[in-house]
């Protein structure tokens, strides 16, 4: 069963409300857990609507399929409208839904990256060059490149920066090269050095083992008191139970 007119319309107006959904990043204001709260909100007012019911991830896919598809004709379209050599662009116009649709899709996606071909020319005695023709900025650039003709071979000799065989001269001089008794330089030893963050968190590590110490040592002297109180109380309660076992047998004594 088809998606109907009113679940496409409450779909679009409901992403149109929650841009952070539409975007689909998640950050820590917005979870996984929280989109998936929207997508479950959003299946409940879709399956409220005439036409078919389904869970909130086939609405998620529903959606995917629909931004897809309304992307790929509005590309197709610009594509058509860019065509040159004549005849008429076959141009698929968007509905209602896929205009809105549409404006919730950067425009970068719908029209892609286009990067112009450079221009050549031949003939141009400068050095090889690129120019930028355009002081405006956007993403794509029209340079033309400047390409010096290629040097014939008779015109080597006579070219300055050019040595053939026959001007070849030895050098007048030679560097002179580190004899084998001089000492090598000391390596130097990497020293290590301790950073400022390193540094706070070694304070703070000793800072907390002097709190776990002092933290046992309160719970050992409690724990001995607590002990200490304990025996006494049972030292108190066996002298009471011999107490009472001394009435008792006093009392089996006065029976006639």
């Known amino acids: 069963m088809k998606v109907s007119e009113d679940q496409k319309s409450c779909l679009i107006e409901f992403m149109q409300r929650n841009a952070k959904l539409l975007s689909g990043k998640f950050s ?12 479950m909100k959003l299946a409940e007012e879709l399956n409220s609507l005439p ?15 629909l931004r897809m598809r309304t992307k790929q004709k509005a590309a197709k379209n610009l594509k058509e409208t860019k065509k040159t050599g ?16 549409a404006t919730l899709i950067s425009p970068m996606a719908i029209r892609g990256l286009n990067v112009p071909q450079p221009v050549v020319t031949w003939g141009s005695t400068e ?12 993403t794509s650039a029209d340079v033309r490149f400047h390409v010096s003709p290629p040097i014939s071979p008779s015109s080597v000799n006579s070219c300055d920066g050019f040595r053939t065989e026959n001007s070849y ?6 560097r002179k090269l580190p004899s084998k008794s001089q000492t090598a330089p000391t390596p130097v030893t990497n020293v290590p050095v301790v950073s400022k963050r390193q540094k706070r968190l070694r304070a ?22 607590k002990l200490e109180v304990l025996r006494n109380q049972s030292k108190e309660v066996q002298s009471i139970a011999a107490a009472l076992n001394n009435i008792a047998n006093a009392l089996l004594t006065l029976k006639p």
């Not at 004549?86 to 649709?101: C, V, W, Y």
């Open 28 to 39: 820590s204001e917005f979870t996984k857990v929280d989109a998936r709260n929207l997508w």
């Open 169 to 174: 001269s030895p050098p007048t001089s030679y």
């Open 127 to 138: 050095a090889p060059s690129h120019e930028i023709l355009s002081n405006e900025p956007s």
């Open 51 to 65: 036409g078919p019911g389904r869970d909130w991830k086939s609405w998620r896919k529903t959606w995917q399929d």
């Open 86 to 101: 004549g005849g008429t662009a076959d141009i698929q116009p968007l509905n209602r839904l896929e205009k809105d649709i």
């Open 204 to 225: 703070s590590h000793d800072e907390y083992a002097s709190y776990l110490k002092k933290k046992l040592e309160i719970k050992e002297g409690y724990y001995k008191e």
